[in-house]
C-alpha cells in the first residue's frame, strides 16, 4: 500500500499497520524473515504470530501453569540461537514470571494465548515446558519418550520403536500420544492422573526404555553415549525430570522448513508417514479437522499403578 507521507512523499509498505497486530499483540518488523523457505516462500515474523494465534489454543492446555523455556532467532533460522528459561528485562508483561524453589531468577511461562503472540514478537519459534502437572513442578504431569535415531535408521523403524513403547505403556495400563518432533524423531507422551514426585517418574521411565533396550540391543540403547549410538534408536527417557523439557505440541521448531511437532492419531503413525509435511504453513488447516488427542486429558491415568505393574 502506498501512504503519503507528512513532507508529500509517497512510501511503500507492504504490511499495513493494521496488520501488524494479532490479538491485540503489536508485532514489531513483522516482515523480518524467520525461514528461508516454508514449502515455497520464506515466512516472516508476522506468519508466526499468526501461526501461533491459529494453534494457540490447542496448545495452550499443554503448557499452561508449567515453565517453559523458549529458543529464539533474532536473525532467522540459521543465525544465532538463544535458548532461554529465565524472564529477561523489557519482557512482554503478556508472558507470566513464575518463581520456582532451588531458583531465585523467575521462569517464563506460558498461560495465555496473547502469551504466546508475544513469544512471537521477540522471534521465539519454539517452547518447550516442563513436564509437571500444572502449578505443580514437583510431581510429573506426563512422561515423553524422545526417539532419537541416529544417522541409518530409518523412520520406518521410529516409527516401530513408537508402537512398541504405546504397547508396553499400555499393559502398565496407560495410554500414550504421538506426536512429529519437527526434527528427525517422535515423541510419545503419557499423560498422568496422579502426584508422583519426579525422582520415581524418571526411574520408571527408564526402566520400560531399559527393558525394550534389552529385548532388541540391536535396535534400542539408553546410553547417551553418541558413538554407541550407531545405527540404533536411542530411547530418550531424560526427558523425565524436573526441569527437563521437551517440544511443546504444535510448536514450530527452528530449524529449515518451518516445521511443527504435529499430535497425531496413532493410525497415522505408520509406513508414509512424513514429518515434513507439518509446517506452519499446513498445520493450521490440519489441526482444525485432525482428531489427534481428543482424549489426552480423559486418558490420563495413575503412574503409581503402572509403577506396582512393572514390579
Ligand atoms: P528430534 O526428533 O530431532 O530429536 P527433539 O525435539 O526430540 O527433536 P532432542 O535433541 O531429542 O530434540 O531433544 C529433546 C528435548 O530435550 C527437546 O525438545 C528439548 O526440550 C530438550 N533439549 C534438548 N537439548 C537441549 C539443550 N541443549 N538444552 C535444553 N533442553 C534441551
Ligand atoms: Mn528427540
Ligand atoms: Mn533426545
Redesign the pocket.
Known amino acids: 500500500k502506498a501512504a503519503a507521507k507528512a513532507d508529500g512523499k509517497v512510501s511503500t509498505v507492504s504490511t499495513a499497520k493494521a496488520d501488524s497486530i494479532v490479538l491485540g499483540v503489536t508485532i514489531s518488523k513483522p516482515d523480518k524473515p524467520l525461514w528461508p523457505d516454508v514449502d515455497g516462500a520464506p515466512a516472516r515474523k508476522i506468519d508466526l504470530a499468526r501461526y501461533m494465534a491459529a494453534v494457540g489454543e490447542w496448545m495452550l492446555p499443554h503448557i499452561k501453569g508449567r515453565p517453559a ?1 523458549i529458543i529464539r532467532v533474532p536473525d532467522g533460522v540459521g543465525g544465532e540461537t538463544f ?1 532461554q528459561r529465565h524472564a529477561m528485562r523489557g519482557m512482554s508483561s503478556l508472558i507470566e514470571q513464575v518463581s520456582v524453589r532451588g531458583d531465585r531468577q523467575p521462569y517464563i511461562q506460558f498461560d495465555r494465548i496473547e502469551a504466546l503472540i508475544a513469544a512471537a514478537q521477540i522471534a521465539a519459534v519454539e517452547i ?1 515446558p516442563w513436564n509437571c502437572q500444572p502449578n505443580n513442578p514437583e510431581v510429573a504431569g506426563r512422561l515423553v519418550f ?1 526417539l ?1 535415531p541416529a544417522p541409518g535408521v530409518t523412520f520406518e523403524d521410529v516409527i516401530a520403536g513408537a508402537r512398541e513403547i504405546r504397547d508396553r505403556l499400555e499393559e502398565l495400563g496407560l495410554a500414550s500420544f504421538c506426536k512429529t ?1 519437527g ?3 517422535l ?1 510419545v507422551v503419557t499423560p498422568l492422573s496422579d502426584k508422583v514426585p519426579w525422582d520415581a517418574a524418571k526411574v520408571f521411565a527408564r526402566e520400560v526404555c531399559a527393558r525394550m533396550a534389552a529385548d532388541a540391543p540391536d535396535r534400542y540403547l539408553i546410553t547417551m553415549s553418541k558413538k554407541a549410538r550407531e545405527g540404533r534408536i536411542f530411547l ?1 527417557y531424560l ?1 523425565n525430570d524436573r526441569t ?4 511443546a505440541p504444535l510448536s514450530a521448531r527452528a530449524r529449515p522448513g518451518g516445521t511443527v511437532s504435529m499430535p497425531l492419531n496413532w493410525t497415522q503413525v505408520k509406513a508414509g508417514l512424513d514429518p515434513t509435511r507439518y509446517t506452519i504453513r499446513t498445520v493450521p488447516a490440519l489441526i482444525a479437522k485432525s482428531t489427534a488427542w481428543e482424549d489426552y486429558f480423559d486418558s490420563a491415568k495413575p503412574l503409581k499403578a503402572a509403577i506396582k505393574r512393572l514390579g
Open positions: 523455556s535458548f518447550h524422545d532419537d518432533t526434527g528427525k524423531g515423541h530418550d526427558r527437563s523439557t521437551a517440544v
